[in-house]
């Protein structure tokens, strides 16, 4: 059973037209990631929650947001999509940051901007 | 910027071969992790090891840690077609504003049958 659920698995946006991702985990895990992820690249950190502690990268762009209504569902909101924010988007969850803390992702969720 | 480097970038092997992967970090860690990723697919969690380890098996996966180097390596003994994706390590840090998971640049690893 999936743990980690990311919808939609594919999602087409308009130039400039907000959109918004979901994930949703059944772990009750505190800590919740949202990366970025172009073609050939490595997943690039946008975000991370510690229970309700935001975390923003420091590159972050503004254009970049995201919410935690509680500890199951996290939502990243692209408020004007440009065409390079054409990616793949991955959510991950981990109970803590600890030692023996490993992350458990979602399938990830493909952003085209036409 | 946070992120590791690993080497090579790409990796080319015929079927049975070993196949070894080098990351290297900046920051102490708590943990580092190795993750596979096929095409367009998400990435799926292999192995764990501690800082406080150096070396660790799981299958035909051997991983060591060398924290004096801020390095890590990853060997797939005895590879296969279906071997054949992206491989990532991922450090999680120690401090405060470094305690989240940063992935590594990544290695391609194509294995010819």
């Known amino acids: 059973d999936a743990m980690v659920i990311q919808n939609p698995r594919y999602q087409v946006t308009q130039f400039g037209k907000p959109v918004t991702l979901s994930c949703s985990q059944t772990l009750n895990h505190n800590v919740m990631y949202w990366y970025q992820q172009k073609s050939s690249q490595a997943p690039k950190l946008l975000f991370h929650y510690y229970d309700k502690d935001f975390n923003n990268e420091a590159d972050t762009p503004d254009n970049f947001q995201s919410r935690r209504p509680n500890t199951s569902f996290c939502f990243l909101d692209i408020r004007s999509p440009g065409l390079g924010d054409a990616a793949m988007y991955l959510c991950?969850?981990?109970?803590?940051?600890?030692?023996?803390?490993?992350?458990?992702f979602g399938q990830g969720t493909r952003l085209t901007v036409v | 910027s946070q992120q590791g480097e690993e080497d090579p970038q790409a990796l080319s092997i015929q079927e049975g071969e070993n196949a070894t992967m080098n990351c290297s970090y900046k920051t102490s860690i708590n943990n580092l992790q190795w993750y596979r990723q096929n095409s367009g697919r998400g990435l799926v969690h292999l192995i764990l090891i501690r800082s406080n380890e150096r070396e660790k098996h799981s299958g035909r996966l051997r991983v060591t840690l060398d924290t004096s180097k801020k390095s890590s390596s990853l060997l797939i003994t005895a590879s296969r077609a279906a071997d054949t994706a992206s491989y990532f390590c991922a450090t999680l840090g120690l401090s405060y504003n470094t305690d989240k998971l940063i992935f590594g640049t990544g290695t391609r690893l194509q294995v010819f049958p």
């Open positions: 991950a969850t981990s109970r803590e940051t600890g030692e023996n803390t490993e992350a458990f």
